[in-house]
């Protein structure tokens, strides 16, 4: 299943008061914005992926985006979370990019991002992880044996980074098919 969430939609739903209600500053509007992300998302069970569009958002700060993004992604890959969410950022600008890349690798986060009509990764994750982890996304899904033969790697590796990244929630593993979270999973 996918969820889609419009943070600009969330922000002027808890802060209608709010001068700008484009802009994600402080850690204050920060944990408001998750905390309402975090309800809305506890309605929800099974494995989803969580789509987080900032399209309409115009600043958003590295504390927000800590107590955003990065708690969220964390608050994922709890073994007790009853909610099994994969999530994809969009509507980034590329300066937006580049300081949320910042804050997830500050804490040895990974999570998706779809940018100018491609997947990529942002935060902490070697670059053989994130090399493989384009190839799959161009695919659109495959078997390690496959993207073994594809990326020229042994077996062995390229079946242990599809693990870490499945294990990270960047790939959805399915009876041994991997494949990237997209809004068209």
């Not at 985006?65 to 950022?89: P, T, Y």
């Not at 942002?122 to 495959?142: C, D, K, P």
């Amino acid at each position: 299943m996918i969820t889609q969430i419009d943070v600009r939609n969330v922000l002027a739903r808890i802060g209608p008061d709010w001068p700008d209600r484009r802009d994600l500053v402080t850690r204050h509007t920060g944990r408001a914005v998750r905390s309402s992300i975090e309800t809305e998302l506890a309605l929800l069970t099974g494995r989803r992926v969580v789509v987080l569009d900032f399209t309409e958002v115009r600043i958003i700060d590295c504390s927000c985006a800590d107590e955003i993004v990065a708690k969220l992604v964390m608050a994922s890959l709890v073994a007790e979370s009853s909610l099994d969410a994969f999530f994809v950022i969009r509507g980034l600008n590329e300066h937006q990019m580049d300081d949320i890349d910042e804050v997830l690798r500050r804490q040895r986060l990974v999570l998706v991002a779809e940018f100018g009509g491609a997947l990529r990764l942002l935060g902490e994750v070697a670059e053989e992880a994130r090399m493989t982890f384009e190839h799959l996304a161009l695919r659109g899904m495959a078997v390690a044996e496959e993207l073994a033969v594809e990326l020229a790697r042994p077996l062995d590796a390229v079946r242990a980074t599809l693990d870490e990244l499945s294990l990270r929630h960047v790939l959805l593993c399915d009876s041994g098919r991997y494949r990237p979270p997209t809004a068209a999973a």
